[in-house]
């Protein structure tokens, strides 16, 4: 049964989801189910909000307080996790096939019937929140990415990734906050091993039928900004980035762009000109959300070491060989297609000038190039 | 007590509908030349992996040419050519030359793979051993320069002491400047040989179209499989005390189970029931074993991950702490210890059974890349001679059992001999034998 079952992905179609469905089943034990929820990634709202709401995901609900979760969740053998990318919150969870149905409803609480009482802000989201950004930002390339998505968008797409503290928060903007997100129209439910009919079956039955429909959120129109310089002084490595913020159609020929001169996803290609650079760590890739992109490229290294390499990249680039790379560009998009997020376009051999840029030189900056000497 | 589905599973696990089917199938073909290709087929993969696995690693080095086998694997498979990438994955036991492509474009990859081992002179002769030792170089100095892996690199390195099996896995700055390619050759004479390689192959692709692209253009030598001598286990210590480090950084562990014991799966039931925890997680106050609740409320540990390392005739069971609070290094060695002496005397029947759901679901998600597949296929065959099925994998784990669990702690760990690797800020970790004593108890 499974051997016929196993191919097929399909969209519901006979009873209706409440929610966005897709899913495929699969020959293999485990269920991957990743819930979506759209237009409320760090991108909407008041900075840092959808971290902290992201980290309220799996506390206590109505139904069910948060450690008779964990430890049901334990005795499962099953994991979930909450993460907040620019776009969306992302909730995932994997266990057995057999509990597909109990953490269809786990997940219908959370988003439906989380309490978000006010000791777990100051007891369990604050500590945790503050915890990752402190991780993350000890991180060079975290820093100058954050930068780089603050010159090239300014808002939006450019507002911080994490909760950093700057603006104060409270429960209930949180709470406003979970009730204009965690919407029908919002919500994205895909799971990986799991016959559509039984899913569907659960999301109905479970309390993702009580969520509010919601209108699909009228996103503000993305606008690029090009040619912004930042440089920032720091310890550790030292680095530059280049970033052209890009449209979603200009995807696929930046993707060829980005195989032919050295892509991240790619990083065993030794005939690239970036991998080739002297002394230094350098690749590129192409950053993909919902309304826009950012190509970015990183050289990493000695400040002496990446200030000579960043002066050849916009020679490497506008000689790249597009036509050549097509093939490796199709084998990079196959590589970063996933089931969440497949990828839909077709590599698209189109000669890129780098052109202007967004500019951030970070670490040893006295050593560092300014982006009018490259 | 859990509702719906929950408590069904656990107890009738054979009425299952669905899982009552492996992971994917896997298919074999064996040459004429000795070696096996396995593939697994995934109708759902959007890309395919085709690896071929030798067996060496450490294993075939000494210490003057330890990172020899990194380094000529690192050299094979580098590069880009007609839609295939190629990379390489280096472990203590065996090297993979790995090719990643598109699923239409797998029989060029199995070419690929064919043509590098059917002769690897003609690449070794061309490429630039002095680019690719530098890149050898700074892999291995990432790995002293990071705290953690550090410390399990020391920890192998401590309990198999005068045995190749640790030596360090990508070599030392100092062996791998001397290495060239006369070292290279005399490795592939002894070690690629038919008996000696697996091909593995994981995605959407046809078996046999690869299968037989691989028999029609590769020659590879046959010859027995080289005997790679047994190692033994050595209680012993090592203390990298660095106070300039954030954190104490530690390490213990005891023998653990090789690839073909039979107490694999037990051991790897018994790590999962002390389990990972984190303190900077939200639910780090819920989770429900004994050590976890006991840690976290003084802060006394960062994060610990327990571990069953397997290699093809023995182990390493143990953990790796990060701890931040310097200063209760040893109540936290203290606590991690004594709740092992558990283990032998008071498990609990609920501790077992959390611990077998955790180290199902555990293995199945490692299989979750065409790469992961195909490196569980590559060594297993290599160094254990057969791999089972994921639902062999998943019965075995369901008949573990509270008294498996307990008399394998008494056998295993139990006043036994342990090994301990740290760094960081060391000053509070007791002597080896204060901890070693920690390995029994006077009451039982």
């Not at chain 1, 996790?81 to 994997?94: F, G, Q």
């Not at chain 1, 929140?129 to 990415?145: D, F, H, P, R």
């Not at chain 1, 650079?277 to 290294?301: E, H, P, T």
Request: with cysteine; hydrophobic share 40%.
């Amino acid at each position: 049964m499974l051997s016929r079952a196993a191919t097929r992905r399909s969209y519901s179609t006979a009873v209706q989801a409440v929610v966005k469905t897709t899913a495929r089943d699969t020959t293999g034990n485990l269920t991957n189910l990743t819930v979506v929820v759209n237009n409320s990634g760090s991108k909407a709202g008041k900075s840092g909000i959808s971290h902290l709401l992201s980290s309220f995901n799996f506390l206590n609900t109505g139904a069910k307080s948060a450690l008779r979760f964990t430890r049901e969740s334990e005795l499962l053998g099953g994991q979930f996790s909450s993460n907040v990318t620019r776009d969306a919150i992302v909730l995932n969870t994997s266990f057995l096939k057999t509990d597909l149905p109990y953490y269809v409803e786990a997940l219908g609480n959370v988003l439906s019937n989380t309490s978000f009482r006010p000791h777990e802000l100051v007891e369990n989201v604050l500590p945790v929140v503050k915890s990752q950004y402190e991780s993350a930002i000890k991180s060079n390339s975290y820093l100058a990415l954050e930068e780089l998505h603050e010159l090239s968008f300014r808002k939006g797409l450019g507002n911080p990734l994490l909760y950093d503290g700057t603006n104060k928060i409270t429960l209930d903007e949180i709470k406003e906050f979970a009730a204009q997100s965690y919407t029908k129209s919002n919500i994205s439910v895909f799971a990986s091993g799991a016959i559509e009919e039984d899913l569907v079956q659960f999301i109905n039955d479970s309390s993702f039928s009580y969520l509010p429909s919601g209108d699909a959120s009228s996103v503000a129109p993305v606008t690029l900004f090009k040619g912004k310089e930042a440089r920032i002084r720091s310890g550790g490595e030292s680095a530059v980035f280049i970033g052209v913020p890009i449209k979603p159609t200009e995807f696929a020929k930046y993707e060829v762009l980005s195989a032919a001169i050295g892509s991240s996803i790619l990083n065993s290609d030794i005939t690239a000109p970036l991998y080739k650079l002297a002394g230094v760590d350098a690749s590129s890739s192409v950053l993909k959300y919902k309304d826009a992109g950012l190509f970015v490229i990183s050289v990493k290294g000695s400040a002496a070491a990446v200030s000579t390499a960043a002066k050849q990249l916009k020679t490497i680039v506008d000689s790249a060989d597009v036509k050549a790379a097509t093939k490796k560009a199709e084998l990079s998009i196959a590589l970063q297609s996933t089931f969440e997020s497949p990828l839909s376009f077709k590599a698209e051999a189109t000669p890129v000038k780098l052109g202007a840029f967004n500019y951030v030189a970070i670490g040893e900056v006295d050593a560092l190039p300014y982006a009018d000497e490259l | 007590m859990l509702r719906g589905s929950g408590v069904r599973s656990i107890k009738n696990f054979t009425c299952r509908r669905l899982l009552s089917s492996a992971n994917g199938p896997t298919k074999y073909t064996s040459l004429s030349n000795g070696i096996t290709i396995a593939s697994e087929i995934n109708p759902n993969a959007t890309s395919s992996t085709v690896a071929a696995y030798i067996g060496a690693g450490t294993r075939a080095e000494h210490q003057y040419n330890n990172g020899i086998s990194a380094l000529t694997t690192n050299i094979l498979a580098s590069g880009y050519e007609n839609g295939v990438l190629l990379s390489s994955d280096n472990s203590k036991e065996a090297n993979g030359i790995i090719a990643q492509t598109t699923n239409d474009n797998v029989v060029e990859a199995g070419k690929t793979i064919a043509k590098i081992l059917s002769n690897p002179t003609a690449i070794l002769e061309k490429a630039d051993y002095g680019v690719a030792k530098a890149k050898l170089i700074s892999i291995a100095e990432a790995i002293e320069s990071n705290p953690s892996t550090k410390v399990l690199e020391h920890l192998d390195a401590s309990a198999f002491q005068g045995y190749s099996l640790g030596l360090p896995t990508f070599g030392t700055t100092d062996s791998i400047k001397d290495l060239q390619l006369e070292d290279s050759q005399r490795l592939l004479e002894k070690y690629l040989v038919g008996s000696n390689v697996v091909i593995a192959a994981s995605g959407n692709f046809d078996h046999d179209a690869l299968a037989d692209a691989i028999e029609s253009s590769l020659k590879v030598q046959q010859a027995a499989k080289p005997i790679v001598k047994t190692a033994s286990f050595l209680g012993s210590e090592v203390r990298m005390r660095d106070d300039t480090l954030p954190k104490a950084y530690v390490s213990i562990a005891a023998q653990g189970e090789g690839l073909s014991s039979p107490a694999y799966y037990v051991s790897k039931v018994a790590a999962a029931i002390f389990g990972d925890f984190d303190h900077h997680s939200s639910i780090a106050p819920y989770t429900s074993a004994k050590l976890a609740s006991l840690v976290q409320e003084y802060h006394i540990v960062d994060k610990y991950t327990h571990f069953s390392r397997s290699y093809a005739d023995t182990g390493l069971w143990g953990f790796n702490a990060e701890i931040s609070n310097i200063g209760a290094v040893d109540e936290f060695v203290h606590f991690i210890l004594k709740d092992w002496n558990r283990l032998s005397i008071s498990i609990s029947n609920a501790e077992v059974a959390r611990g077998k759901a955790a180290a199902k679901t555990a293995l199945l998600r490692e299989l979750s890349s065409t790469n992961a597949i195909v490196a569980d296929i590559g060594t297993k065959i290599l160094l254990s001679g057969y791999r089972n099925s994921v639902k062999e994998a998943l019965e075995k784990i369901d008949a573990v059992t509270t008294a498996d669990v307990k008399a394998w702690g008494q056998a295993s760990l139990w006043d036994k001999d342990i090994v301990i690797s740290a760094t960081g800020q060391i000053e509070a970790l007791m002597d080896y034998g204060r901890n070693r004593n920690e390995m029994a108890m006077m009451r039982w």
